[in-house]
């Protein structure tokens, strides 16, 4: 038995979260839009044959959308990291190894009987996924990660193929590879698809043609690996455990200017409270925390200013990092600034496991446990009840001001006032 390479992905994951939270609107024309409602982000197949674009500001769109009854609902990251969640561990359960890329995106293995087809295993996963999740998948099946992509790519694309693509079965896949653009090749950055193009290499069958020197000599082994891999050669393995993050940033823009120091604290501890949390998630702790903000770009007085300021035992506490999150927000607050957005950003990231304390300070070493007790009662709360059942007074934000969510969909999976409330006679 060999081992193959799957490359599993939700089809238009935020839309399909959104339809299958609300089957009213499944099989319509459907866009997610980004923070504050701004530019589209997500389109069902539906919108995308209508020839709704990505990426556009919604107001523009607005008149159209409503002409094509095309549904508009507000990013609702809550229900999509819910749905993500349930996907991977579903997925785990049915690979033998699994690398989670992305939040609807993720690497898996599993050994082939000689010269099998994979089809029906395909095919049972996706009708499994939907079934106990609701939404669709696709499944690239190759030998190596960028085959894989390639795949899935074609898994789409293909429709008689039912979401299901195995290059690795394929005897001539020179009729495929054709078709893939070189810039659409994974791995395939901007200045590289650039430099390729003026060599003449044009799609994926090229580029694994292509003279093996000339890519050396430009990219190295980055390049060569990618060549290799196009070639069946696997040298991208998978990783089972995501490497720890080298940083940590939240940050969010208002639905209005806000141009007061209590407002901007009142963000920033925010922002610290879930950047804090999410380092807890991790088993990390940090050494240094950054606050930005700035005012809109567009203005006559833009004003955009940060400070960054050292913590001198790597901590994931929250009261630590609010305390040294509102001595630096009073550095970077200037007065009559109309600000539109700011953030947190924790850096010099560590492993929890390699905690150093101070020495011969057994005060500060048991506050620091009760701190710790704090931190992980507030956070097993609101894991149970849902974000902000407690926390602190300080983090209240005015309503008024936050980002603005006028098509947030109901959060029936992750807020337990959302659930249906169902009556008997």
Known sequence: MSKVILQIDGNNFYASCEQMIDPSIKGKGLVVLSNNDGCIIARSSEARKMGIPMGQP??????????????????????????????????RKNCEELEIYSIDEAFGTIKRPKGKCLYKWGKDLRALVYQ????????????????????????????????????????????????????????????MSIWLKNKGITNARELRDMSSEQIRKKYGVVGLRIQNELKGNLCIPIKETSSDQKEISVSRSFSYPIDSLEDLNQAIIKYVLIASAKLRRYNQLSSAITIFTNTNTHSKDYYRSEATGKISVPTSNSKIMIEKSLSLTKEIFKPYKNFIKAGVILHKLQSNKYNQTLIFDSQNIKEELYRQ??????????????????????SMMKKEWL???????????????????????
């Open 132 to 191: 106990n999740i609701g939404i669709p998948i696709s499944i690239g099946i190759a030998e190596t990660k960028v085959l894989s992509k390639i795949s899935n790519h074609l898994a789409k694309k293909i429709q008689t193929n039912s979401g299901i693509f195995d290059i690795g079965i394929i005897q001539n896949k020179d009729h495929y590879l054709n078709q893939i653009k070189v810039d659409k090749v994974w791995g395939i950055g901007k200045r």
């Open 58 to 91: 919604y107001f523009k769109l607005k008149n159209k959308l409503t002409q094509l009854n095309i549904n508009v609902r507000s990013s609702n990251y809550e229900l999509y990291g819910d749905i993500s969640n349930r996907l991977m561990q579903l997925l």
């Open 373 to 394: 007790r704090l931190d992980k009662t507030i956070d097993n709360i609101n894991l149970k009840n849902g974000l902000d059942t407690i926390n602190w007074g300080s």
């Open 403 to 425: 980002p603005r969510r006028e098509k947030l969909s109901r959060i029936k999976t992750t807020n337990i006032e959302n659930i249906p409330t169902i009556y008997a006679n």
